[in-house]
């Protein structure tokens, strides 16, 4: 380590391209510490699993209920998006989703009555 043959530089490339994605390896924990928990695509497929169950459970009250109690409100799960300037816009975005998950949810309830 640190020799003519084998220097510093070397180790560095070597820790930053020739590790293999294992999220069980510490040295992988610490160079990603906010998302190294989905760093698999089983986690990530489950995350989207679950993204979608909510949206249905929210959408089966939203039809059942003229106001959904918060617990049932959409949720994401998986990796968390940085904040940005324009997450006031996404927001914005969220509130019109909801909106309209709502005006939906009221056509199929006027469909049932």
Same mark, same amino acid.
Do not use: C, H
């Given at each position: ?18 590790? $293999? ?39 089966? #009250? #939203? ?15 998986? $990796? /968390? ?10 927001? /914005? ?7 309209? #998950? ?12």
């Amino acid at each position: 380590m640190g020799t003519v043959g084998y220097s510093w530089y070397d180790l560095k490339v070597m820790i930053e391209w020739g590790l $293999p994605n294992d999220p069980t390896s510490a040295l992988f924990r610490s160079l990603n510490p906010t998302d190294w928990m989905w760093a698999t695509v089983e986690a990530r497929l489950l995350a989207e699993i679950a993204t979608q169950t909510s949206d249905v459970r929210f959408l089966t #009250a #939203a039809s059942l209920m003229q106001d959904v109690p918060e617990d049932y409100w959409p949720s994401t799960y998986g $990796p /968390q998006i940085e904040k940005t300037p324009d997450s006031e816009d996404q927001r /914005q975005v969220s509130k019109e989703s909801t909106a309209s #998950a709502k005006s939906v949810a009221d056509e199929i309830r006027a469909s049932l009555v």
